[in-house]
């Protein structure tokens, strides 16, 4: 049986739900294995909640301490109740953050333009040309250069500015859990002098 200071302590600092606090404290164990089995059951309720329509939401702008650096943010959800949030604003606020330091130039891969990773392939293909390598390592090595490259131009895949041991993506995921509705990047724009 989990204690309940224990199970709030780990509400504090998750946001999760009481219930879901103490099911992961009783199978966890501990609080750092309770956060742990927390975040791997919000990518499983994250993914269960994709495939929902995010019609509301709002635009969240930020503007850095020097006005030359400016950052807007389409962030969706399912309800116009859930946008007025204080957890959505602040997910908000942080991916705004993000973008500002990030400089991310689009929000998934598939929004990558496919001529600009043919001309990033072609790029790769002409450094490994002299390498004594055959075909099989050649395509692997230039895949990975591609992924570690797609990694670093599309927010979602981008690791965390304030704690790059998680994704965006997995960000979004922890604040799907806890708010228990889908959420979306529309679009972003970055401004800077």
Not at 94 to 106: D, G, K, R
Not at 120 to 133: H, V
């Amino acid at each position: 049986m989990a204690d309940l200071n224990e199970i709030k302590a780990l509400r504090e600092k998750t946001g999760v739900s009481l219930d879901l606090c103490k099911k992961a404290l009783e199978e966890g164990g501990d609080l750092e294995k309770a956060q742990e089995l927390l975040r791997k059951w919000g990518q499983q309720l994250a993914g269960k909640r994709t495939g929902r329509a995010t019609n509301q939401g709002l635009v969240e702008p930020y503007i850095h301490a020097n006005g030359k650096l400016g950052v807007l943010i389409d962030l969706r959800c399912e309800t116009d109740f859930v946008a007025k949030t204080d957890d959505f604003k602040e997910l908000a606020h942080e991916l705004a953050l993000h973008i500002a330091a990030a400089n991310p130039e689009y929000v998934s891969g598939d929004d990558i333009p496919v001529e600009m990773l043919e001309k990033e392939k072609e790029i790769y293909i002409e450094q490994m040309a002299k390498e004594n390598k055959s075909k099989d390592i050649m395509d692997k090595i230039i895949q990975g250069k591609i992924d570690k490259f797609k990694k670093s131009i599309c927010l979602l895949d981008q690791p965390f500015v304030k704690d790059d041991s998680r994704t965006i993506q997995d960000l979004i995921n922890e604040y799907i859990t806890k708010i228990g509705e889908n959420i979306t990047i529309g679009q972003f724009a970055r401004l800077e002098i």
